[in-house]
DNA sequence: CCTTTTAGTAAATCAACTTTACTATCGGGA
DNA sequence: TCCCGATAGTAAAGTTGATTTACTAAAAGG
């Protein structure tokens, strides 16, 4: 045998089947994202403009919820703030905090974003059937509400 | 209203519905492989490692396949080969072209990250029931085998 | 042969994230 | 009231990862 490759190969596990969706979907986003005139937002962005996105919520929980440092976060921040999307505005209450804001444009493109996942939605709804596409959220979102997925 | 948080917020789309538990599996592979002593491998790393997997492979396929450039794969390659998970040797019939090959340590990381997956598939078959679990993953597999997932 | 294409690599540059360190504010006691 | 520890945010340096640019060597095809 001129190669240690096996065949038939095995079937892919659950990470490979979410994970490669998973990345398809999110290529996509950026690239309508930028074919739409947002054309500043890079991958990393997603980190803050993910569900539910971030109006009105202090740097801290945004970095909390996307698993990455604040430090980290507030880069993120300012190059969203420099680029026009958000804006970062001094609490009411407390003084140390901050509360994240989109501005005008930031809400365009989140609502873009939501544009693109109804239409992805609408497609995956086609090729598996609209019973079954359902099915399948309903199984996932009874696997988010558990522990497993965090 | 003091903030413009809507309320009750909206079900999760299926962007998300993928990202998140793709995210903590990936997590927690890279941990269990740390913790199992295979302590160099970082989250880059896994481009390289997932499925199916770099053994009897080109360098060339490898980064097509994870969707970076040659570059990029060539660095990941040279450092999982100085820390002893792979080798580069030449190929017999294309003196252009190596082939990526496991060494013993890569191969037991390999079997580890297989050992993980296969935990996980028990956790969720066990959270969802069989049945179920099994019908999540025939979806997926239909939406891995369409172009959606690509 | 000679040219074009392909595979791989290397170095420089660029981007992202972490580590370290600092300021300002809050809150709870002595 | 005044410390003092804890918390929120930010900033800068250092590290790591990925892209861009550029090169070598082998193959393919006239």
Redesign the pocket.
């Given at each position: 045998m001129s190669t240690s490759s096996r065949w038939p190969p095995p079937p892919p596990l659950i990470g490979a089947l979410l994970r490669v969706p998973a990345h398809a979907i999110l290529r996509r986003i950026i690239r309508e994202l930028n074919a739409a005139g947002f054309d500043e937002l890079?991958?990393?962005?997603m980190?803050v403009l993910q569900f539910p996105g971030p109006d009105g919520v202090?740097?801290?929980?945004?970095?909390e919820r996307a698993?990455?440092?604040?430090?980290?976060?507030?880069?993120?921040?300012?190059?969203l703030e420099t680029a026009g999307y958000i804006e970062?505005s001094a609490?009411r209450?407390?003084?140390?905090?901050?509360?994240?804001r989109f501005t005008r444009r930031g809400r365009g493109a989140y609502s873009k974003i939501s544009d693109i996942l109804h239409d992805i939605e609408r497609e995956w709804a086609a090729e598996l059937g609209a019973r079954q596409f359902a099915d399948l959220k309903a199984l996932l979102t009874r696997v988010w509400q558990s522990p497993l997925a965090w």
């Open positions: 890079r991958l990393p962005h980190a202090r740097p801290g929980a945004l970095a698993g990455i440092s604040k430090q980290a976060m507030n880069q993120l921040l300012q190059s970062r609490a209450e407390d003084g140390r905090t901050r509360v994240v």
